[in-house]
């Protein structure tokens, strides 16, 4: 696996990627909502500036503000690891009422 999965905090910002693109400050409050934590800025770029090298994460400009979206071959880096996880994992249906 590529060392990128290996960051809690990079496969996050693919999973919140997955479904759209968004701009920097939404996926840092988003991340910091999830751990209930604020975020250092500094690790957070860091983080989406070697998912940008890696060319699993990608830059574009709407308007004034730069919107960060998965590339193709992050998305199948991430559905490969969701496969891995639900590999390893017994996923058991959610009880009915």
Same mark, same amino acid.
């Given at each position: 696996m590529s060392r990128f999965l290996q960051s809690g905090r990079r496969r996050d910002i693919c999973v919140l990627l997955a479904d759209e693109s968004r701009q920097a400050? +939404?996926?840092k409050s988003r991340l910091e909502s999830k751990y209930d934590v604020r975020i250092d800025p500094k690790s957070f770029y860091g983080a989406l500036d070697a998912l940008e090298d890696a %060319?699993? #994460?990608e830059t574009r400009t709407e308007g004034i503000h730069d919107v960060y979206a998965l590339t193709p %071959? %992050?998305?199948q880096r991430l559905q490969d690891h969701l496969a891995w996880m639900l590999d390893h994992v017994? #996923?058991?249906a +959610?009880?009915?009422e």
């Open positions: 400050q +939404a996926l %060319g699993f #994460v %071959g %992050g998305e017994d #996923v058991k +959610a009880p009915t």
